[in-house]
């Protein structure tokens, strides 16, 4: 790839600047297995389940997504319902105390690779921003040691109050290209989600980068990713072009 085609790097947080993919998807693991087995819901949740079901889309929608693939049906609730009430709300709540806990206690660092391509695209003067479907992106960040690094971020709190539909919807990318003041077709959107690069696909980006957490390089091409890398460092790229190529 060559960054001189680009305005703009659209990055997803977890999983593509910092591990807590990894996080998300332990907490997950920990609230359906309670549930499944309390209430006998089969087969018994796996982290394939995450991967097909629930990784990259906003926090209840994963519960929706994941309680469909085993016909199990709860009333919505509200984003208020203690954790553990009946209803899709109040399982994603459960889910999000896990994940607190998770973070407080282990703390955040951003892969290195990912640093090393914001060093690069700065120097270059190519506009970032954070686009992700947590509610906890603004903690993660801060937690990194990255805020500083990003004056646009629509998160999942910023889709919710703003009515923009999450991913796999394209909205919340299209959202950070116009405050960035660029185009779709001038931007990069940098995904480790199938339901994330299958965002970047129906926007229409310039380029969608697969970056291989987990999900696996075919998933990702076949949903969307233009490219797949396993580091962002490989997308540092030499002054007249860059390291990948399509
Ligand atoms: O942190 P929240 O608001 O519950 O958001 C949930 C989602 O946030 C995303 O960033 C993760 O990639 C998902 O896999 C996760 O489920």
Same mark, same amino acid.
């Given at each position: 790839? @060559?960054?001189?085609?680009?305005?703009?790097?659209?990055?997803?947080?977890?999983?593509?600047?910092?591990?807590?993919?990894?996080?998300?998807?332990?907490?997950?693991? $920990?609230?359906?297995?309670?549930?499944?087995?309390?209430?006998?819901?089969?087969?018994?949740?796996?982290?394939?389940?995450?991967?097909?079901?629930?990784?990259?889309?906003?926090?209840?929608?994963? /519960?929706? $997504?994941?309680?469909?693939?085993?016909?199990?049906?709860? +009333?919505?609730?509200?984003?208020?319902?203690?954790?553990?009430?009946?209803?899709?709300?109040?399982?994603?709540? *459960?889910? @999000?105390?896990?994940?607190? %806990? &998770?973070?407080?206690?282990?703390?955040? %660092?951003?892969?290195?690779?990912?640093?090393?391509?914001?060093?690069?695209? %700065?120097?270059?003067?190519?506009?970032?921003?954070?686009? $992700?479907?947590?509610? @906890?992106?603004?903690?993660?960040?801060?937690?990194?040691?990255?805020?500083?690094?990003?004056? &646009?971020?629509?998160?999942?709190? /910023?889709?919710?109050?703003?009515?923009?539909?999450?991913?796999?919807? +394209?909205?919340?990318?299209? !959202?950070?290209?116009?405050?960035?003041?660029?185009?779709?077709?001038? $931007?990069?959107?940098?995904?480790?989600?199938?339901?994330?690069?299958?965002?970047?696909?129906?926007?229409?980006?310039?380029?969608?980068?697969?970056?291989?957490?987990?999900?696996?390089?075919?998933?990702? !091409?076949?949903?969307?990713?233009?490219?797949?890398? %396993?580091?962002?460092?490989?997308? &540092?790229?030499? +002054?007249?072009?860059? *390291?990948?190529?399509?």
């Amino acid at each position: 790839m @060559n960054w001189d085609d680009f305005d703009a790097a659209l990055f997803d947080l977890d999983g593509v600047l910092t591990p807590t993919a990894d996080v998300h998807m332990d907490a997950w693991r $920990s609230m359906f297995t309670r549930y499944f087995t309390e209430h006998g819901v089969e087969p018994a949740y796996t982290d394939d389940d995450y991967f097909a079901h629930v990784d990259g889309k906003p926090r209840y929608d994963g /519960v929706r $997504s994941a309680l469909a693939s085993r016909g199990v049906e709860l +009333p919505e609730g509200a984003p208020t319902d203690e954790a553990w009430a009946p209803t899709v709300c109040g399982l994603g709540n *459960a889910k @999000n105390h896990v994940f607190s %806990q &998770i973070l407080a206690e282990q703390g955040v %660092q951003a892969y290195e690779g990912s640093v090393r391509l914001l060093d690069a695209l %700065q120097e270059r003067g190519t506009a970032v921003a954070v686009v $992700s479907s947590s509610r @906890n992106a603004p903690v993660v960040l801060a937690a990194a040691g990255l805020a500083h690094r990003f004056e &646009i971020v629509v998160d999942g709190e /910023v889709a919710r109050a703003t009515g923009l539909a999450g991913k796999p919807a +394209p909205d919340t990318y299209l !959202r950070a290209a116009e405050l960035l003041g660029t185009t779709a077709a001038r $931007s990069v959107v940098l995904e480790d989600a199938v339901s994330g690069v299958a965002a970047g696909r129906a926007g229409d980006f310039g380029l969608v980068v697969g970056v291989d957490r987990g999900a696996g390089a075919q998933s990702l !091409r076949e949903n969307g990713a233009d490219v797949v890398v %396993q580091d962002l460092a490989e997308l &540092i790229g030499t +002054p007249t072009g860059g *390291a990948v190529t399509e």
